[in-house]
């Protein structure tokens, strides 16, 4: 039996497989419907999925054309063989050229390059040499060409990206495009290439597209351009470099220019717009390199980046550049904040939005902070930077240190600010101390890159990898005088004892408590120590209980009086539209549950095509009259 991979278009490959017997054969394709389909966790968040549906998937194997993506067709390999043994799985020269390693350069080749160079740092005067896990990153980048690396935040992927990108435009003469995350590491990587690294002519070779980029064309410009009938593009330099926001809206024909193209932070593509984009850049099949800190080892997210840059390397993990002392040591405090025992109950049966507003809510953060200052925990002598998900939480604890605290300068970072505005931050935080940089998540955990930083705050509870150690790689940059970087993770405690009657006692936990332990296991796959730090009768968290019932009333109240208005709107509609019933009439008594399943579509009615109710006040009784059309012979149907 024989699978063969052919190029198909775009990101895709045909999937032909050729056997002895039919059989043979669907037994393959069974095989792949179902070997790299993946859940959908998101989707168990939605109302969808809280009204009665199950798990959702999403299969990178399309059926229907036999397509799979190509940077999924290593691992599909591999499953095929094992599944199959002695199975032959060959691919199309275009394909086996994609992934066939490319021996360019030794890792002594490298470095001779980098020399070539004359990496220096411009305002400091010292001198650039690459370091091993550097090497490293490049050698396996230009050796296989397609795939997502490994390496951790503060490991010095700017300066390997550098080198790529002169080696791709000066050597092989290939155009290439850089692709970060936010429009605030364009200007920095910019900056890097012409001062951090020295390149004179960085400003000669790159072009940067962003939101607030002087790289735009004039009106005259386009005038002559249009012209000639020549596009934008041809007034691109050989290194472009951008965001994917910027690329969304471009036309498909402009990503042609490109042979070459790197990710930053290439965890972004498990969104569908760098996706999209990857796979509009198809004269860059054969160099697609992704770089960042946290890539997930599995499920959907690691598909989506595997499908679109290819396998998975891992280059340099952060424990391992603190036992080089690479990287100032981090290390995490606990901080326990008990709730009260009147509350505990309330806290852990609300949904999550509820909880959250609750504990950010109250003055515990307050309380927090005002003890880490009097501890000294955070101090004039340090640069602290405190992150919050949503601005509200933000600009009440920034008005509050404002007030209470003016010996520190502050800074607000969050979605509105300027990049010119952030840089100006940056480079301020990196000349002094005494700084206090408040921020939203989103903003602050990728591409603001200050070495000055000491201590992290986690305002917010969260459990995202990628949230948790990317900001954590925002304080361990070396720097003189910071012999550890420290991170100060809130935990809001409201767990109780549950004295169950069918089963054992046992804890019952609140969301906050249980984030706190999946953070817990991305600190230990890093080896970061954890501090645990008790805060009872410090920290007042003033939980208003009579504030929340009243709260959950009016939503209750709420989320009812919409309901009645799309109960009617419902009835009135299908009063209208199926008034006059033209083929064979059932009478049919279904319960109210069942109704309410009809009308906003949770569960399907076999056979039935139209159903209308007999009048709109029998809504309000337990069993209601419909009258229906069925395709089938006249039945009576019941839900009991």
Known sequence: MQVYFDFLRDNLSLVNVYGNTQTEINRVYTFLNSAIKYEDKQATYTEKYKNGYGKEYVNFYDKDERTVPIGLIARVCNLLRGKFPGIQVKLSPRIDSMFRPKTVWTKEEILKYAETLNIHDRKEGFKLTLREHQVELIYQAMLHRRGAFKACTASGKSLAVYVMARYMTEVEHKKIAVVVPNSGLVVQLMQNFHDDYSWDEAPDNCTLIYGESKDKLTAAQKRKLAELHLGEEVMLKPIVITTWQSLQNKEPSFFKRFDAIIVDECQGCRG?????????????????????????????????????????????????LAEKGLITPPRVVALYVPYPLDCRTTICYSKFEEEYSIVTGNRSRFDILEWLISNNQITTAQNTVILFRNIEPLERVAAYLQEHHPEFKYSIIKGEVKAKERDRIRLEMDSSYGHILLGTYGCLQAGMNVKKLNNLVFGDPGKSMYMIMQSIGRIVRKCTGKDIATCYDIVDDASYMVHGRTREDHIKENCMVRHFRERVKYYNADKIPIQPVDLTGIVEADVKLDDIKQKRKEKAEKRAQQLEKRKKKAAEGLLKNYRAVLIIFVIIAWTQEFIERIFFAVRSIPYVECVGLLGVEILHHPFDIFVCRTSVNPIVHTDS
Do not use: M
Request: with cysteine; net charge negative.
């Open 272 to 320: 569908p717009v760098l996706r999209q984009i990857l796979d509009y850049c198809t004269s860059a099949e054969n160099f697609k390199v992704g770089v960042s800190g946290t890539i997930p080892d599995d499920g959907l997210d690691a598909g989506y980046i595997e499908a679109s840059l290819g396998k998975k390397y891992e280059i340099v993990s952060l424990w391992q």
